[in-house]
């Protein structure tokens, strides 16, 4: 759903030791990700982060490795049936 704001890549490098900075050199490349993962210096609501195959609870503040793969999915609800 962003790929195409991070020209066309499917996967994206960069340093980080938080989600955070994760985001901040995510943004330094490709700006426009920045409005469509934030929303007042938090991740934006219907984000879902997802560090090394583990659902994030602390969002910006969820530590990452060197060697982690972090992934922003839209989250995904249910209903009562």
């Known amino acids: 759903m962003m ?4 020209g066309s ?5 960069v ?5 955070r900075q994760v985001i901040d050199q ?3 490349r490709f700006p426009e990700l920045r409005d469509k993962l934030c929303q ?13 195959g583990e659902t994030s609870g602390l969002g910006m503040l969820q530590p ?3 060697n982690s793969e972090v ?3 839209p989250a995904i609800g249910g ?3």
């Open 71 to 73: 992934h922003f999915l």
């Open 26 to 28: 995510i943004a330094e």
């Open 64 to 66: 990452v490795n060197e």
């Open 40 to 52: 007042d210096n938090e991740i934006m609501p219907g984000i879902a982060v997802v560090v090394d």
């Open 3 to 6: 790929q195409h704001l991070a």
């Open 79 to 81: 209903g009562a049936a």
């Open 15 to 19: 340093p980080g030791r938080t989600v």
């Open 9 to 13: 890549q499917q996967r994206v490098q």
